[in-house]
């Protein structure tokens, strides 16, 4: 048989189940003679990969005898949520205690840069395994990692995708917390601010307002920017926000960016925070502790969140049949000056 045209793209795991009309874990099983796979379709499954052209690679064997090396920590926020003034701040908390994490485990850790003018660095690395920060719905690095038949767990649920193991960030629990605590300092016209994208963070979020506008007699006022355009669609989104809805007095900004551009539309619009508007966000980041006034936010408890991430990973890559979902300790309240007046910081309980 010859081999493929160089031309062409190795064909993977994904392609032979397809042709096959199996699942990739049969694929597995049946090209490593493992698990119980019906003789017939067995056969099926080895004549299909060489009639594709189907040679597993070395890191596919490493895999099966539990001798994984590298894998990658990647966030599918675009550059300017991900990095800009935030320094990369949420993404590089959580890679230090993934990457101790990973070499107490004789692991290295790959950081890969959050996706940049369409390109997928993802591609170049031959990698064992990934962890995924708040994918999309239509998350490009997840689809990549499956196509390669590579095990991947996500920090955040994946929408529309429960396949993919994943650590709950708790985005109901905390947008509840957020909202909660602007309703205590006293407002009556609460909005949220979130992204365009589908994520699960989004959507949870959009949920648990919407409830809670209902249990408080509240008509819903949410506003959408998109994470492509950073601080300046925060900004605009805020703006059009207070145009349309002058007697608004709290705003929920999910996004950490969104809420600092949401801050600069408040002023320019003659008004202050917190004393006309008070302001809360998720991450507590560098963004909101430099913010002027400094914005109220979420500490997630992002170590522990990172540590079950990798711990979760490791017994997929050892094929231990690790749990499809860990839930984390509950989020604290980081109370700042733009939500309340008098200074300094307290950490409340979401109970």
């Known amino acids: 048989m010859q081999s493929p045209a160089p031309n062409k793209q190795r064909p993977t795991i994904a392609d032979v189940a397809r042709a096959a009309g199996v699942s990739t874990t049969t694929v597995s099983h049946a090209l490593n003679d493992k698990g119980y796979v019906d003789p017939q379709t067995r056969e099926r499954v080895k004549e299909t990969a060489r009639a594709l052209g189907y040679r597993p690679s070395v890191r596919a064997q490493r895999l099966r005898t539990g001798e994984a090396h590298t894998i990658a920590l990647i966030s599918s926020m675009p550059f300017e949520i991900a990095g800009g003034a935030s320094r990369l701040g949420f993404l590089m908390e959580v ?33 064992d395994g990934a962890i995924v920060i708040e994918p999309t719905m239509d998350d490009a690095n997840v689809a990549h990692l499956q196509d390669r038949g590579l095990p991947v767990v996500c920090l955040g649920r994946q929408p529309g995708n429960d396949a993919v193991p994943f650590v709950d960030i708790h985005s109901s629990a ?46 819903p006022v949410i506003a959408v920017a998109d994470e492509s355009g950073g601080e300046d669609a925060g900004r605009d989104a805020c703006t059009a926000l ?52 400094p914005l109220t936010a979420v500490d997630l408890h992002l170590d522990d969140m990172a540590l079950q991430a990798v711990e979760l990973l490791f017994a997929h890559l050892a094929s231990k049949g690790g749990a499809q979902s860990v839930v984390p300790a509950l989020p604290k309240l980081v109370m700042r000056g733009s939500s309340a007046s008098g200074g300094g910081v307290r950490i409340a309980d979401t109970r």
Do not use: W
């Open 95 to 127: 890679a230090a205690v993934a990457a101790a994490a990973a070499l107490t485990r004789g692991l290295a850790l790959v950081l890969v840069p959050p996706v940049m003018a369409g390109r997928l660095p993802l591609e170049q690395l031959d990698i």
């Open 242 to 293: 207070l145009r349309d809805h002058p007697d608004v007095d709290g705003l929920c900004a999910l996004v950490d960016a969104f809420a600092v551009g949401s801050v600069q539309a408040i002023a320019q619009a003659g008004q202050r925070v917190p004393e006309d508007i008070k302001v809360v966000t998720r991450y507590d980041g560098t963004r909101a502790r430099s913010c002027r006034p």
């Open 174 to 219: 905390t947008t509840a917390l957020l909202l909660n605590h602007l309703r205590e300092q006293g407002c009556g016209r609460i909005a949220l601010l979130i992204g365009a994208q589908q994520r699960n963070s989004y959507i949870e979020a959009r949920a648990s307002y919407e409830r809670f506008c209902a249990a408080h007699g509240m008509t």
